[in-house]
């Protein structure tokens, strides 16, 4: 797993090349954002243990096995650490992926991952942990939520975005990397979702799928027109 260091407080953690999970850091600790593959706990902890911080809490973007595959494996590891996911995310991970009556009745894409692990805390939009600030960010799935970084503006936007095979708004297929695109649930709520983030006029645009942006906003604005916006 490579690790790589953006300002002060964000470590990307990438696997395989393509699949990121990230160390941020806070004064107690790390908070860690989304748990990668399956099989990724270990190399996760070594990263933290590298950078001689303890993990302290653990958050999800959502639900997908890519996201939230090492949950399990990591909360046995550390039983201390607090689990933080939106209630949708919640449902999701014990098994219940039906749809919400004011959700857009589209086909759920993407493969889910069930885990034993039981969240210690629901995150709504607009709560902080950290200095982390939750951000309602559905499209890509129901359950799916981003996190701003307020010390320096870094966003931190799962599969919102994508960066891996060109710069694209979840659902705009990519074909040097389609994944992301082909397990979108609702593209036109991915696209109003896009224009939200960008909204935020981040400094720093943290993808679950390739390299980390710094100064975002001209990429983001031209993916957010190629996506219809």
């Known amino acids: 797993m490579k690790t790589t260091q953006h300002g002060a ?32 706990a270990n190399d996760i902890l ?4 590298a950078h001689e ?27 201390a650490a607090e689990i933080r996911v939106s209630p949708r995310t919640a449902q999701f991970l014990a098994g219940d992926l039906s749809l919400n009556p004011d959700e857009p009745a589209a086909k759920i894409r993407g493969g889910f991952v069930r885990c034993q692990a039981q969240p210690t805390r629901l995150l709504h939009p ?7 600030r939750i951000i309602a960010a559905p499209g890509h799935s ?4 981003a996190f701003f970084d307020e010390r320096d503006g870094t966003l931190i936007v799962g599969d919102a975005f994508q960066t891996q095979g060109g710069v694209a708004v979840s659902g705009t297929l990519r ?18 979702t896009a224009r939200q983030l960008r909204a935020l006029n981040p400094t720093r645009l943290a993808v679950g799928h390739g390299r980390v942006l710094e100064a975002p906003a001209a990429a983001m604005d031209a993916a957010i027109h190629a996506a219809g916006g």
């Open 53 to 79: 911080h303890p993990i302290r809490r653990i958050l999800l973007t959502h639900a997908h096995a890519d996201h939230a595959g090492s949950l399990d494996a990591l909360s046995a590891q550390m039983p």
């Open 9 to 40: 407080n964000l470590l990307q953690l990438t696997r395989l090349a393509a699949f990121n999970c990230y160390l941020v850091r806070e004064e107690d600790g790390f908070t860690l954002v989304d748990t990668g593959l399956a099989g990724s």
């Open 142 to 145: 129901p359950d799916h939520i």
């Open 126 to 132: 607009g709560d902080h942990c950290g200095s982390l």
């Open 175 to 192: 074909w040097l990397f389609p994944f992301p695109a082909l397990a979108t649930w609702h593209k036109p709520t991915a696209l109003e």
């Open 46 to 49: 070594q990263a933290a243990a």
